[in-house]
């Protein structure tokens, strides 16, 4: 099993920034690929960015210029570094973890997420 906590979110105004951070812990070896995803209320859970092992990212357009996915793989971190943020980014944000083979990729673990609230 893969463990994943992540920690970061809190209220922020708009136009301000705010950078998430997941640790992962656990069964590390059966994962390459790490990711974040949002889920507002009453919306589905929409995948954000995704990072692999060996630091290719991608990006939804709707965060594409504005938030960063990155990674320390020493300590097992990813990150999503968001900008300019709208209050349409009002979410609960979680790090998800699984892999990537060939063209497939799934996400099998979970963290518990983090509430973002973007608020004047």
């Known amino acids: 099993q893969v463990q994943l906590v992540e920690s970061g979110g809190g209220l922020v105004q708009p136009g301000g920034s705010l950078r998430l951070s997941c640790a992962a812990s656990g069964s590390i070896s059966r994962i390459n690929v790490m990711g974040w995803y949002r889920q507002a209320p009453g919306k589905q859970r929409d995948l954000l960015a995704g990072i692999t092992d060996g630091g290719s990212t991608d990006y939804v357009d709707s965060v594409k210029g504005r938030f960063t996915i990155s990674r320390d793989n020493a300590k097992n971190m990813v990150y999503l570094q968001m900008s300019s943020l709208k209050p349409e980014d009002t979410a609960v944000y979680y790090c998800?973890?699984?892999?990537?083979?060939?063209?497939?990729?799934?996400?099998?673990?979970w963290g518990q997420g983090t509430q973002v609230t973007v608020s004047s």
């Open positions: 998800s973890a699984g892999t990537v083979r060939g063209n497939r990729r799934r996400f099998d673990y």
